[in-house]
């Protein structure tokens, strides 16, 4: 990754100390440990390509046997890079105690600092406390502790060059497994190695000794099994490698089934850059980092619980046995896999599409181009903390500037040499946001299309006495169920006049029911009462068919002639779920729900499917400032639906009809 940034132009310092996971991770540096046992406590320089490492040699090579006196060194190492380096960003990983002073050294020389995030195993915010950005690897770590402690990370995905990986030639014979650990899921393929052992001993296993010892696990499953062996006859131990081209030219297929949260594995990357389908179970990244370029496997729960000790069934394993013996014997269906698998390395695995996101995520905090610093400048030191968490009841008011440049990168200026500040960069993004939506109009009337569209009173709609009497109705039930759609808001005016003509029976269906959790974003408050307009609705039509649905499943229910579902607006894939069980010919589609405009359209091109002709769409609660982006929705409508926009009372309506057929 640093190497990436690099060749993008950036200067780069790492200051590191000799503290690696294993014994094995000092391979790359034999050639420099002799110099590093001899310099113990000193800063040893170790050139890598474009890099310069700035090590403190340590005694121990294990990070918890780091001395205070070593980390007092490295401390000093630190800070000096800070005044004399002058970095415009800090990025780090870890989460103990000295880990903690590297973003606040940062903070308080005014330098922005970013963390590396990729396992499932950090827990509360302290460790972050001062962090402006804090980089993953995949979406699934995100959305993790997004749900778990309330921050989201930023993936970028992973950074392998396929140059490293990426096998000359391929025999695919083996099945590769990689770093032989309890948690990576060896339990597992003991279990499979054994089972195979005896249906088909042709199929030979590969293990690579990263971390691990294969045959001391061996040992120990096996005498769970109840048959201790010390080896396995279709095994071939690899010891630890630099070079695993050979090793992946060598596999059919990838075993990966971890047991602990695998936030993006580099080997299921470097997998699927070899065309290797890969076997992944379902937790974590995993799925996320093979698309459909393998297998996914689900186990029973306490097989994910530590140590990683218990064990399948084999009956339950014998599924996944017969479909790698399949990929064996079916070479028409494997090459399909294998070709799934390539697609996936080369799309979303892509080194420079990775780089492109890194970035991008940067691109808010760097405050000058790399190598144009100014020194002697004062730093605006500001220190209070990130992600939601205040120091003395201050307010963090340079939190919501990155927070806007962050979330809406799309509308951030790219401007190489920025230096307004965040309160001007988040200004113009917002600014930019707003243009950018008027701009497309302004464009779209060049286009020939005419988006002058006439915003209605709801006042003056034409009323009949059918449409009379069903307003006044509509108007009582409203209120006895206690809806706001006839007090707050003059709704009931237009409900009447759509549903005047659809008889006693109409379907409805309403996003948004009123929900009155004050935890969840977009409620009524605590006196709020869910699905009041529902049972308003199926009060009024003796024979109609009433659904809802919502984003709190609290406040779900069940009742006669109406029945409620989750959606969450903002992922088009809970609409998905949400059309398997809804009708496709709806009288009258709602939109109360987040009151978003991109939760609004995902809403909109759902319903489009969904209303019968002569049906309609309502998104209520539009406020003025929207209304340029429903003046260009109008017309990008496909042909068939007739927009309006409505001013009701206290907001604006958007509404589509169907043109009767």
């Known amino acids: 990754m640093l190497i990436q940034l690099a060749q993008q132009g950036y200067e780069i310092m790492v200051v590191g100390a000799t503290i690696f996971d294993a014994e094995k991770g000092t391979f790359k540096l034999r050639d420099h440990w002799k110099t590093i046992e001899e310099k113990h406590n000193k800063v040893v320089k170790v050139n890598d390509g474009v890099l310069t490492h700035h090590l403190i040699a340590t005694k121990s090579i ?139 001993p042709d199929i030979k296993f590969e293990v690579v000794e990263s971390r691990g010892n294969w045959h001391a696990l061996v040992k120990k499953i096996t005498a769970m099994l109840g048959e201790e062996r010390d080896s396995l006859s279709n095994v071939t131990v690899t010891p630890n490698t630099d070079d695993m081209r050979p090793i992946y030219g060598r596999a059919r297929l990838l075993l990966a089934p971890s047991l602990w949260w695998e936030s993006g594995a580099r080997v299921l990357v470097e997998s699927m ?93 760097v405050r000058r181009q790399a190598g144009d610093r100014k020194p002697g400048s004062p730093a605006q030191v500001d220190k209070t903390h990130q992600h939601g968490l ?118 409805i269906f309403e996003i948004g029911l009123g929900l009155n959790n004050v935890d969840t974003p977009s409620n009524m408050g605590a006196k709020g009462r869910p699905g009041a307009s529902l049972r308003a609705f199926r009060d009024c039509f003796t024979q109609g068919q009433i659904f809802g649905a919502d984003v709190d499943k609290r406040i779900l229910f069940e009742e006669e002639r109406i029945k409620t579902h989750f959606i969450d607006q903002t992922n088009p894939a809970t609409f998905t779920a949400l059309g398997d069980w809804l009708p496709t010919d709806l009288d009258l589609l709602i939109d109360d729900g987040l009151h978003a405009p991109g939760a609004n359209l995902n809403t909109l091109l759902f319903g489009l499917d969904r209303i019968k002709p002569g049906g309609w769409i309502v998104i209520e609660d539009i406020l003025p400032p929207m209304l340029p982006i429903w003046k260009l929705v109008a017309q990008l409508l496909p042909h068939g639906f007739e927009p309006g926009v409505i001013k009701a009372k206290s907001s604006l309506l958007f509404v589509v009809k169907r043109t009767p057929s």
């Not at 269906?333 to 420079?352: D, K, N, P």
């Open 62 to 200: 294990i990070r918890n046997q780091m001395t205070a006196q070593e980390e007092g060194t490295w401390y000093g190492l630190y800070t000096k890079a800070l005044k004399e380096f002058k970095p415009d960003l800090v990025w780090f990983y870890g989460g103990q105690t000295l880990d903690m002073l590297i973003p606040d050294e940062a903070r308080s020389r005014g330098i922005p600092s970013a963390a590396y995030l990729v396992n499932g195993n950090y827990q509360g915010t302290r460790w972050c406390r001062d962090v402006d950005l804090i980089i993953t690897d995949s979406q699934a770590t995100a959305d993790f502790y997004k749900e778990r402690q309330g921050f989201s990370p930023v993936p970028v995905g992973t950074f392998i060059d396929p140059q490293t990986v990426l096998a000359e030639h391929h025999e695919r014979k083996h099945l590769l497994f990689i770093n032989p650990s309890l948690q990576k899921g060896a339990g597992i393929v003991v279990q499979m190695a054994v089972l195979l052992e005896k249906q088909r």
């Open 390 to 507: 205040s120091v003395e009841g201050r307010t963090d008011e340079s939190r919501v500037y990155r927070e806007v440049c962050q979330r809406f990168r799309m509308f951030t200026p790219n401007s190489a040499g920025w230096t307004g500040g965040l309160r001007a960069l988040a200004d113009l993004t917002q600014q930019s946001a707003t243009a950018t939506i008027e701009a497309l109009s302004l464009l779209a009337a060049k286009s020939g299309l005419d988006t002058q569209v006439a915003v209605q009173d709801l006042a003056q709609l034409p009323q009949t006495l059918a449409s009379e009497s069903l307003t006044q109705r509509l108007a009582e039930l409203f209120k006895e169920h206690g809806s706001d759609k006839a007090t707050a808001h003059n709704y009931h005016l237009l409900y009447g006049h759509i549903l005047a003509s659809a008889g006693d029976a109409p379907t």
């Open 273 to 365: 850059i070899n065309g290797v389908p890969a076997v992944v179970t379902d937790r974590g990244g995993s799925p996320e980092m093979i698309q459909n370029g393998g297998l996914k496997i689900k186990l029973p729960e306490q097989c994910h619980e530590k140590p990683f000790t218990s064990l399948p069934k084999p009956e339950l394993l014998q599924p996944l046995l017969d479909r790698i013996i399949q990929l064996y014997d079916d070479e028409v269906l494997y090459q399909q896999y294998v070709a799934r698998a390539r697609e996936v390395g080369r799309t979303r695995h892509a080194l420079a599409t990775s780089t492109g996101r890194l970035m991008e995520a940067f691109a808010p905090l």
